[in-house]
């Protein structure tokens, strides 16, 4: 589609065109989302035990990717999810590595200058990398946190 796009000469139309596409990609994963749901609630009703304990095991199709929905898009936009996620893992790495290599220039600097505008600088590159830091560890934390708690309440009818 981008190329229908870049041959629509009229700017304003263009725009236009891409909005609307980009709604439409949004629509996508919300019907993305209630064709799985739909799937889990159908299943739910499937009266099998496969364990003979007395509770009807059925598990949808979003239990079975763990409230994913991303199994469900298209592919192009699983591609663009997964180049994004990509782009943005090298892009905080870079930050991450470009921070560190600052903050030892920065200190060598302010060792042999005595620079008290070094110093400043020094202690605000230690900042940004610390920010950094307590955002990479609250990210990891709360990522665990939510794996404890779909293991303690699991979606559909184990539970």
Same mark, same amino acid.
């Given at each position: 589609?981008?190329?229908?796009?870049?041959?629509? $000469?009229? %700017?304003?139309?263009?725009?236009?065109?891409? +909005?609307?596409?980009?709604?439409?990609?949004? *629509?996508?994963?919300?019907?993305?989302?209630?064709?799985?749901?739909?799937?889990?609630?159908?299943? &739910?009703?499937?009266?099998?035990?496969?364990?003979?304990?007395?509770?009807?095991?059925?598990?949808?199709?979003?239990?079975?990717?763990?409230?994913?929905?991303?199994?469900?898009?298209?592919?192009?936009?699983?591609? %663009?999810?997964?180049?994004?996620? +990509?782009?943005? %893992? *090298?892009?905080?790495?870079?930050?991450?590595?470009?921070?560190?290599?600052?903050?030892?220039? $920065?200190?060598?600097?302010?060792?042999? &200058?005595? &620079?008290? &505008?070094?110093?400043?600088?020094?202690?605000?590159?230690?900042?940004?990398?610390?920010?950094?830091?307590?955002?990479?560890?609250?990210?990891?934390?709360?990522? *665990?946190?939510?794996? $404890?708690?779909?293991?303690?309440?699991?979606?559909?009818? +184990?539970?």
């Amino acid at each position: 589609m981008p190329l229908q796009l870049k041959a629509i $000469k009229n %700017k304003t139309l263009r725009q236009f065109y891409a +909005r609307q596409n980009e709604r439409l990609d949004d *629509w996508m994963e919300v019907n993305a989302i209630v064709k799985a749901l739909s799937d889990d609630i159908l299943e &739910s009703f499937d009266p099998r035990d496969d364990n003979g304990d007395g509770i009807a095991e059925g598990g949808g199709a979003l239990m079975d990717t763990r409230g994913c929905i991303e199994p469900f898009l298209p592919d192009e936009e699983q591609e %663009k999810r997964r180049v994004a996620r +990509r782009n943005a %893992k *090298w892009a905080i790495n870079i930050n991450v590595i470009a921070n560190i290599i600052l903050l030892i220039a $920065k200190s060598v600097a302010a060792f042999y &200058s005595s &620079s008290l &505008s070094l110093i400043a600088s020094l202690a605000d590159s230690a900042l940004d990398l610390l920010c950094t830091a307590i955002v990479f560890i609250t990210h990891k934390l709360v990522e *665990w946190h939510l794996s $404890k708690l779909r293991r303690k309440f699991p979606v559909g009818r +184990r539970r």
